[in-house]
């Protein structure tokens, strides 16, 4: 008897996010490989999605499930155990997907299997001066340390939910999303743990749109911050030097403004380093007006993060030493 089921499961958890959909699901249409299902699961929203998933129903296999509002863990949890592919692939519902992924993909999975994989995630031409802007300050080497799938790194690749797949096996065996912020990275840490193998295909990127306003930017990485820290007390190994960095340029620069008022060439490497970053994000978009405000988005990269990961050292590490590590692993995970 044949296999009729798809190679790859799509899961698109979304809330309130209609016409982000609309496109992801019309770069989904155009693939060059298409076997694969797609899940889109409706997370409690005010403004469903559900018309925009009829208008793809005879151009792509779609599911589309309505829940009450639980969070993005839950509901990517929701959508795992109704996938029916052999490998669960996740993208957010902000993202956009080149013609040629899931061949790429398919390729690289057959030719060199791997349990689990990642990729980058790129500018795409019709970005706002703003999300290109965003996408340089959490992709370049200088503010990220590479750790998000480029060329060079300073941490090993961990696999992340905008670009991220794995087999059916590892969910059975390893289970899905915890109920935490830094969920993805939690996750591919345990399928490590876990003895499966794990690969970056740097060329299956996405384009990911990810914030468009300095606000809500801003509020995106002071989470990603402070969820660093709650993975530092689940995984006490994971917390690496790249992660300390923000951290560092927040303290650093505070300590430059004040001591540049009596000496003023103490802000000479703070200069050297926003000069540097001008440079690397006029070369990389070609674009005066994106590297000007590349400086002000790697700025709130760097500082959001790293205020959100002090605000949550002190107070989770420092004044609590003890950390009951039962506690927290009860807290955040749940049986399948």
Known sequence: MCDTKPFFSIIIPVYNRPDEVRELLESLAVQTCKDFEVLLIEDGSTRRCD???????????????????????????????????RYLVFFDSDCIIPPAYFETVHRHLIESPVDCYGGPDAAHSSFTRLQKAINYAMTSFFTTGGIRGGKGTMEKFTPRTFNMGFSHEVYERVGGFADMFGEDIDLSLRIRDAGFTTALYRDAY??????????????????????????????????????????CFVIGVLAMLLGGIWWQWLMAPLGAYYTLLFVESLIRNRSLPIAL???????????????????????KVVFRRKVDREAELAKHYKKK
């Not at 989470?223 to 530092?232: E, N, T, W």
């Open 206 to 247: 996405v384009y990911h749109k990810r914030r468009v306003s300095f606000r809500s930017f801003y509020r995106q990485v002071y989470v990603f911050g402070m969820a660093r820290v709650d993975l530092y007390l689940l995984h006490p190994e994971s917390l690496k030097l790249v992660h300390l960095l923000p951290a």
């Open 293 to 315: 405000l590349s400086l002000v988005t790697c700025t709130i990269q760097l500082g959001g993060y790293g205020i959100g990961f002090l605000r949550a050292f002190i107070t």
């Open 51 to 85: 018309e925009v998933a009829g208008e793809y129903a005879d151009r792509l296999t779609i599911r589309y499930f309505y829940k009450d509002n639980s969070g993005r863990s839950l509901t990517r949890n929701y959508g795992m155990e109704r996938a029916e592919g």
